[in-house]
């Protein structure tokens, strides 16, 4: 079965530029989405497509996918968005998530 | 304003079998498929299955066939999902989520289910 990877945790200082990778066989072929997830609330949609950003997401969100990785930025970290950070992609009509991320802002 | 509405926390005993539902207002319901995600305490997101409101076609994840089924009502743009055989693996929370764009656009509240004798 398809399977993706996340590192379990990233921390950064205010500002700086997060990134978390999410590695799956030939991923690059695929479409990947990125959710996040505050405690006690459901995911939100941060990127869709690889690199589509929805609408009411700030601009410091982007998304990108090569090879075997996708990737998401976040740049100018703010203290609103630390949270788990999950990534997602299609294997045939099956559904897999990655293991998740969480995002500690120091 | 698109929304999906979900039923409220259950508790069941071993064994048992829950259903939860899935109330879309704000778009047509039968132009986009509806998935079902569980979340169990501490952990990630893992994927049961999707359902078609459309035809009402189903495709389940393999560690869930024959234990889940998912079904809708289209008179009212509600979508269900029963579990079978419930045990305590099976505490978790239970979202529905809307598939547009190749991702999950919008999830219900999600709906806490308890399994303890």
């Known amino acids: 079965s398809y399977e993706l990877t996340q590192p379990p945790s990233v921390s950064l200082s205010p500002g700086q530029t997060a990134r978390i990778t999410c590695s799956g066989d030939k991923l690059g072929q695929r479409y990947a989405a990125w959710y996040q997830q505050k405690p006690g609330q459901a995911p939100v949609l941060v990127i869709h497509q690889d690199t589509k950003r929805p609408s009411g997401i700030p601009e410091r969100f982007s998304g990108s996918s090569s090879g075997n990785t996708a990737t998401l930025t976040i740049s100018g970290t703010q203290a609103m968005d630390e949270a788990d950070y999950f990534c997602q992609a299609w294997d045939s009509s099956s559904v897999v998530f990655g293991g998740g991320t969480k995002l500690t802002v120091l | 304003q698109v929304l999906l509405v979900q039923s409220g926390p259950e508790l069941k005993k071993p064994g048992a079998s829950v259903t939860v539902s899935c109330k879309a207002s704000g778009y047509t319901f039968t132009r986009h498929h509806m998935h079902w995600v569980r979340q169990a305490p501490g952990q990630g997101l893992e994927w049961m299955g999707i359902m078609n409101p459309s035809d009402g076609g189903t495709l389940y994840a393999q560690k869930f066939q024959g234990r889940v089924a998912l079904t809708r009502d289209t008179s009212t743009g509600t979508g269900y999902m029963e579990l079978y055989r419930l045990r305590s693996e099976d505490t978790a929370i239970y979202y529905c989520?809307?598939?547009?764009?190749?991702?999950?656009?919008?999830w219900g509240q999600g709906t806490m289910v308890t399994v303890s004798s």
């Open positions: 989520a809307r598939v547009n764009n190749q991702a999950f656009d919008i």
